[in-house]
Nanobody, 123 residues
Framework: QLRLVESGGGLVQPGGSLTLSCAAS????????IGWFRQAPGKEREGVAR????????EYAESVKGRFTIWRDNGGNTAYLRMKSLKPEDTGDYYC????????????????WGPGTQVTVSS
């Protein structure tokens, strides 16, 4: 059974950077496409970025294009999300998720989720 655990969240000032990690165990991560999602207080969960199984295809939400980068290390069974030029509106709980149902930022297509890591962007 695939298990995911996020890490790397924290408090950062506007304009700062963070790198989130998504460590997988149980099954080889290379079998799955990975998505990063976030949920701000009082808002619905939204897709932020996703990457295909071998990393050849990525997709980003318009709100993070040019600021966030997703990549994966299948040998290390870990996926990452580098976030720079962070804004207060990037605040939220960030989740990684895995799917074998293709490449999409639709959260309903991701059956496996980590518990999340909190990101707070504030001065």
């Amino acid at each position: 059974q695939l298990r995911l655990v996020e890490s790397g969240g924290g408090l950062v000032q506007p304009g700062g950077s963070l790198t989130l990690s998504c460590a997988a165990s149980g099954i080889r991560l290379s079998y799955y496409a990975i998505g990063w999602f976030r949920q701000a207080p009082g808002k619905e969960r939204e897709g932020v970025a996703r990457i295909s199984t071998l990393g050849g295809s990525t997709e980003y939400a318009e709100s993070v294009k040019g600021r966030f980068t997703i990549w994966r290390d299948n040998g290390g069974n870990t996926a990452y999300l580098r976030m720079k030029s962070l804004k207060p509106e990037d605040t939220g709980d960030y989740y990684c998720a895995a799917t074998s149902y293709g490449d999409s930022l639709q959260s309903a297509l991701y059956p496996t989720w980590g518990p999340g890591t909190q990101v707070t962007v504030s001065s």
